[in-house]
């Protein structure tokens, strides 16, 4: 079975900045896509940016500019550099994993706090 585990996440001061790392495990098959997603409280969960195997990225609007995503779609990790980070980026932040198996994973989450 697929295990996907972020780690990075904390608490930073606004305009600081944390790199959040992402691997899945258990599995023979590479990504198709990789991505980050994050929710705070009472809020539904969002897009924060993805990318394909072929290296094309998207990013939602509120982070275009600041983040970063990275990866090794063949070792299955992701990254999200966050720079600049404002309070209302505070959430827990999902990694999510399309695999060649055709099938999505996610991870459990990791917390971000940016402190105004």
């Known amino acids: 079975q697929v295990q996907v585990v972020e780690s990075g996440g904390g608490l930073v001061q606004t305009g600081g900045s944390l790199r959040l790392s992402c691997a899945a495990s258990?599995?023979?098959?590479?990504?198709?896509?990789m991505g980050w997603y994050r929710q705070a409280p009472g809020k539904q969960r969002e897009l924060v940016a993805t990318i394909t195997s072929g290296g094309s990225t998207n990013y939602g609007d509120s982070v275009k500019g600041r983040f970063t995503i990275s990866g090794d779609n063949a070792k299955r990790t992701v990254y999200l550099q966050m720079n600049n980070l404002k309070p209302e980026d505070t959430a827990v932040y999902y990694c999510n994993m399309f695999l060649t198996n055709s099938r999505v994973y996610w991870g459990q989450g990791t917390q971000v706090t940016v402190s105004s």
């Open positions: 258990g599995s023979i098959f590479r990504a198709s896509a």
